[in-house]
């Protein structure tokens, strides 16, 4: 049974990239084009969190705002990420060009509409924040990991700022998320089981991702905070700062 599941699962996968591909040859406007991208990918992560039993609980989603659009910060320490966030509604993710460059997963942040920064450079910041602010003022959801990599989940890593200025410039609120991992199989994940989950370091993506989707169940835990309103009296490292500890504060560290 689990066998047949994930066999449904690739062959979901590989109907999502196949018809985004069309997409990306058909649609020329690179806005419209983004916003395809990121309703199929919405579309596409609640069908997988179906198919594979994953329960998500989320929190307090009466927060995100349906005629609001935020900068979301969120702790990160898998893929798994973005398609927890993605099944909440549309969001354009923000990764690394060194990610566009993996094997798949590259394709993959392409044909889910991503916006690519060069994390190796910064004389490029000032333009990289310029986008995103636009983008926040088109109407978009922008997520960010501000870990700046996943972890093992055993703790928060500081955040980057940059980025986050973007928020600022287009006068919009940032929304900390909290993503807890909870339960795989109806045992509390801990350091014996959560690599499962937690793809980070130098794991290779194809090996994790067949282990994942033959897992039996997942119990995952979305708790959206109170957003970080703008204010002109605000500066970007206290913003940064509230965020991180709105986070850690609701974060429980895998042990």
């Known amino acids: 049974m689990r066998l047949l599941r994930a066999v449904i699962v690739v062959l979901l996968l590989i109907n999502h990239v196949c018809l985004t591909l069309v997409a990306k040859l058909l649609i020329r406007d690179e806005q419209t084009r983004r916003r395809f991208f990121l309703r199929k990918a919405t579309n596409f992560s609640r069908r997988f969190f179906h198919l594979l039993h994953v329960e998500l609980v989320i929190e307090n989603p009466e927060r995100l705002r349906v005629n609001e ?5 969120a702790n990160h320490m898998s893929y798994l990420d973005a398609l927890i966030l ?4 549309p969001v354009c993710f923000v990764t690394s060009m060194e990610m566009k460059q993996v094997p798949v997963l590259g394709l993959l942040t392409e ?8 994390r190796r450079s910064k004389e490029n910041l000032r333009g ?11 109407g978009f959801d922008i997520a960010i990991f501000p870990e700046g990599t996943s972890t093992n989940g055993t703790g928060i890593l500081p955040f980057k700022r940059g980025l986050i200025t973007a928020a600022m410039d287009a006068k919009k609120s940032i929304l900390p998320i909290t993503i807890q991992y909870q339960e795989i199989e109806g045992k509390k994940v801990n350091t014996g089981n959560r690599d499962l989950l937690c793809w980070y370091g130098d794991m290779s993506f194809a090996p994790h991702f067949f282990k994942l989707i033959l897992l039996k169940s997942v119990k995952i835990r979305v708790r959206i905070l109170p957003e970080l309103l703008m204010t002109d009296r605000e500066s970007r490292d206290s913003l940064v700062a509230a965020a991180f500890e709105a986070i850690k504060a609701n974060y429980e560290p895998i042990q």
Not at 69 to 73: D, G
Not at 111 to 118: K, Q
Not at 128 to 138: R, S
């Open 111 to 118: 044909l889910g509409g991503c916006l690519y920064t060069e």
């Open 128 to 138: 990289e924040v310029a986008q995103l602010a636009q983008a926040l003022l088109d």
């Open 86 to 89: 993605a099944s909440l509604r």
């Open 69 to 73: 659009n935020y900068l979301w910060l």
